[in-house]
């Protein structure tokens, strides 16, 4: 009986330290802050900067395609910026978007492709790829 309340314990520790350890295994999301940007920018990060605003159904529409993507192994280190479009108009006007739904790729500095208004969820899967090409 204590040997099999042993193994009990024994299976649960290491179960617990298993769980424990931290998986990358999804994009890594942010409010936009310049700071932080810049910095993903400089490491030469693949970032995706997500324009969107509450009351827009096209974002919501975009939500799960960009959920979807951001769970994927393959875009681990992708991060995601969210920039509310209501609240943060100067880097709305930073980023020249025009309106919400605004989705805006990058690798690093340079930009690789920009969409608005589109709820395909190929399109934009192809749009979040462009940050790979290097």
Same mark, same amino acid.
């Given at each position: 009986?204590?040997? *099999?309340?042993?193994?009990t314990?024994?299976l649960? #520790?290491? %179960?617990?330290?298993?769980l424990?350890?931290?998986?990358?295994?999804?994009?890594?999301r942010?409010? !936009?802050?310049? #700071?932080?940007?810049?910095?993903?920018?400089? *490491?030469?990060? *693949?970032?995706?900067?997500?324009? @969107?605003?509450?009351?827009?159904?096209?974002?919501?529409? /975009?939500?799960?395609?960009?959920? @979807? %993507?951001?769970?994927?192994?393959?875009?681990?280190?992708?991060?995601? !910026?969210?920039?509310?479009?209501?609240?943060?108009?100067s880097?709305?006007?930073?980023? *020249?978007?025009?309106?919400? &739904?605004?989705?805006?790729?990058? /690798?690093?500095?340079?930009?690789?492709?920009?969409s608005?208004?589109?709820t395909?969820?190929d399109?934009?899967?192809a749009?979040?790829r &462009?940050?790979?090409?290097?």
């Open positions: 009986m204590q040997r *099999r309340l042993l193994l314990f024994a649960a #520790a290491s %179960l617990a330290s298993w424990a350890i931290p998986v990358a295994s999804a994009a890594e942010k409010t !936009f802050d310049t #700071a932080s940007f810049e910095e993903a920018q400089q *490491r030469g990060q *693949r970032i995706l900067v997500d324009i @969107s605003a509450t009351w827009c159904p096209t974002c919501k529409a /975009q939500k799960p395609i960009i959920d @979807s %993507l951001a769970e994927q192994p393959v875009n681990k280190d992708l991060v995601i !910026f969210a920039v509310d479009f209501d609240s943060q108009k880097v709305v006007r930073e980023f *020249r978007a025009q309106s919400q &739904s605004t989705l805006i790729a990058f /690798q690093g500095k340079t930009e690789t492709g920009r608005v208004g589109d395909d969820p399109s934009i899967a749009l979040v &462009s940050t790979s090409i290097k």
